[in-house]
C-alpha cells in the first residue's frame, strides 16, 4: 500500500463465518517458522503477533501489516506469495460502542489505523471525528473516509515514538456531549494519553487506549487495562 505497509488477504474455509463486531477487534497470527512449512496439525510452539481484521467477507479475512523490519511478523507480511499460510485464532471480541457518541477521537500510529478506518466508517453524518495519525515517513500516509465531520491530522513520528502524537492530541478540539476515544501506539503513549482524556473529563467507560507494541521488547502484551 505504501512503503511500511502491506495488505494482505487470507482465504480459507475456515474463514466462513469468521465474524469481528468491534472496531478494534484483534486476532492471533501463527507464523510459520522461517523456511518451513506451516504444521498442518496446528498452532502449536509457532510464533505469534496480534493484528485487526481490516476487513472480512465470506471466507476472506483482510489484515494490514506495518513492515517495521523485525521480528516475526514484519518479516513474514514482507515476504509472503500468494499460496503462504498462517494459522489464525480469533477474534478476540471488544468492547462494542454503545449508542451514538456525540464525538470520536481518534488515534494512534500505523498499528492502529486498521482499528481507526473501522471506528471511523461507523461513525454517522455529520458528527465530529477527529482523527491524529502519525507516521515516520510522509509516504505512509493513507485516506481516511468517515460520513462523519472529519478531520485528519498527520503528525511525524522519529521511530515511531509517540511523543508528537501526544502533544498533537493535547491541541485536539474540546466537543460538546459525551463521546468516545481510541488511543493506540507505542506503549509509552498509554499513559500520557490516559492522563490527557482523564484531564478532559473523559472515563474508562467512554475510552479505549492501549499499547500496541513497545520498543526493544519482542511480542509485547499491554495488562495496564
Ligand atoms: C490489539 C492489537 C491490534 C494490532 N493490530 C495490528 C495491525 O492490524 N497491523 C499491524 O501491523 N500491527 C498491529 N498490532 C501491532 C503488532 O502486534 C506489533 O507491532 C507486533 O509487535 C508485531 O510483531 P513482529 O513480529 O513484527 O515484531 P516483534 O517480534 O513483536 O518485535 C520485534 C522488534 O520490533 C519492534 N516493533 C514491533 N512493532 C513495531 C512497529 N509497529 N514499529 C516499529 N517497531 C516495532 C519491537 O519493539 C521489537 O524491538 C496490533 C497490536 C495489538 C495489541
Known amino acids: 500500500m505504501t512503503p ?58 483482510t489484515v494490514d501489516f506495518v513492515l517495521h523490519g523485525e521480528g516475526p511478523g514484519s518479516k513474514w507480511a514482507a515476504g509472503a506469495k500468494p499460496g503462504d499460510e498462517v494459522w489464525i485464532g480469533g477474534p478476540r471480541g471488544t468492547m462494542v460502542v454503545d449508542g451514538e457518541p456525540h464525538w470520536w477521537l481518534l488515534a494512534g500510529d500505523l498499528t492502529a489505523l486498521p482499528a481507526i478506518r473501522r471506528f471511523a466508517a461507523r461513525v454517522p453524518q455529520g458528527v465530529p471525528v477527529d482523527v491524529y495519525l502519525t507516521s515516520d515517513d510522509k509516504a505512509d500516509e493513507q485516506e481516511i473516509t468517515s460520513l462523519g465531520d472529519l478531520s485528519v491530522t498527520w503528525v511525524r513520528s522519529v521511530d515511531g515514538n509517540p511523543s508528537a502524537l501526544i502533544a498533537a492530541l493535547e491541541e485536539s478540539p474540546r466537543h460538546e456531549g459525551d463521546g468516545f476515544a481510541f488511543i493506540a501506539a507505542e506503549s509509552s503513549a498509554v499513559r500520557p494519553a490516559r492522563a490527557l482524556l482523564a484531564e478532559r473529563g473523559i472515563g474508562a467507560d467512554h475510552c479505549v487506549v492501549k499499547g500496541y507494541w513497545k520498543r526493544s521488547v519482542s511480542d509485547f502484551h499491554d495488562h495496564t487495562h
Open 4 to 61: 511500511s505497509y502491506r495488505r494482505i488477504t487470507f482465504e480459507g474455509s475456515e474463514l466462513t463465518g469468521f465474524a469481528s463486531e468491534g472496531a478494534d477487534d484483534h486476532i492471533r497470527i501463527f507464523f510459520p517458522a522461517p523456511g518451513q512449512p506451516l504444521p498442518s496439525d496446528g498452532p502449536q510452539g509457532l510464533e505469534s503477533r496480534e493484528y485487526t481484521p481490516a476487513a472480512a467477507a465470506s471466507n476472506l479475512l
